[in-house]
């Protein structure tokens, strides 16, 4: 079992460090493969995705490098905060360059089809605000689907969890209680 855990946070002392540590640390003691992938440090850093590479898009030495990566997982772990509803720029970027088609999907007959069969998706997002208020507006649920439905299953995988964790700007009062939670 490979596990690739692709994690988007300027900050190595978030807690989506501390997230992707832990999960990390669970799958070493099942003797799984793991992989880090740290966006914002990787030697492989991909330009802004522009229109001149959406025209006859080539696959790039970046670009094969990360579907490598992807096509080598069982499952793909995403850690990221909560910034502006959503991911950072830099975790779309990723996906823009690299979930091209042709290698995520194609289309048949018009219709798009997933070709990233067999692998299974975890999501962790961590917010500043309290748990409470995105679940009272619908902003979680409204992230969670948008991730589910047009990105992953759009590309044939399945999710496995998808966890949102409020709160964790306040020095840190709840993390630990988070991290002891976390489950492979
Ligand atoms: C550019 C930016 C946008 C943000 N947008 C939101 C937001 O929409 N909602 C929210 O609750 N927190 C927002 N935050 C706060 C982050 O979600 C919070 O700092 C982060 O989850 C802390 O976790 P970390 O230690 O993993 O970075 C934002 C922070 C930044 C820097």
Known sequence: MKILIIIANPKIDSFSFAIANKYK?????????????DLYRTEH???????ENINGLKTTSE???FQDKISQAD???FVFPYWWGSMPAILKNFIDWNFSRGFAFE??????????????????????????????TGANNRLKKMIQKQIIEFC????????????????GTNTSKILDKIRL
């Open 107 to 136: 289309y048949v007959n018009s219709k798009p089809k997933g070709l990233l069969t067999n692998k299974k998706v975890t999501i962790f997002t961590t917010t500043g605000a309290p748990s409470f208020i995105y679940k009272i």
């Open 45 to 51: 850093q991909q330009p802004f995705f522009t229109y």
């Open 75 to 77: 499952e793909l772990v």
């Open 63 to 65: 670009m094969k490098y």
């Open 156 to 171: 044939g995988m399945k999710l496995k969890s998808f966890n949102i964790y409020g709160g964790v700007d306040k020095s």
């Open 25 to 37: 640390e669970l799958a070493l003691t099942k003797d799984y493969e793991v992989e880090i992938i």
